[in-house]
């Protein structure tokens, strides 16, 4: 027998033992009324689509920067500027896949 059999049997028993506190509870926003609901998702919204502008600025001025770095023949700058136009297209990405993220998380609850 080892400390590691142990420790982790203990961890299981705790866990089985533990109750949840939170058991069947959901959240909803019913409770505040159907006003309340549709203030809140308009701002996400906005908040969303505000993002995508700025990100979308973003990925324009990288490659914008990368290119001019490009015709330059800086070598070091080409390698940062693409570092960024990557990481802008990314962001863009994660941006787009959010209400299918978000609908996968809230599909599981």
């Known amino acids: 027998m080892t400390i590691?059999?142990?420790?982790?049997?203990?961890?299981?028993f705790l866990a089985d033992e533990?109750?949840?506190?939170?058991?069947?509870?959901?959240?909803n926003f019913n409770?505040?009324?159907?006003?309340?609901?549709?203030?809140?998702?308009?701002?996400?919204a906005a908040v969303w689509g505000i993002s995508f502008v700025v990100v979308a600025f973003g990925a324009v001025r990288a490659v914008i920067e990368l290119q001019h770095a490009k015709k330059g023949g800086m070598q070091s700058s080409v390698l940062e500027h693409t570092?960024?136009?990557k990481r802008s297209?990314?962001?863009l990405g994660a941006l787009a896949a959010l209400g299918i993220i978000?609908?996968?998380?809230?599909?599981l609850f």
């Open 31 to 44: 409770l505040f009324g159907v006003p309340f609901t549709q203030a809140w998702q308009k701002v996400l």
């Open 89 to 91: 297209g990314l962001a």
């Open 102 to 107: 978000f609908g996968a998380v809230v599909a």
């Open 18 to 27: 533990a109750k949840n506190p939170f058991n069947g509870v959901v959240p």
């Open 83 to 85: 570092e960024s136009a």
């Open 4 to 12: 590691h059999f142990f420790v982790h049997t203990a961890a299981e």
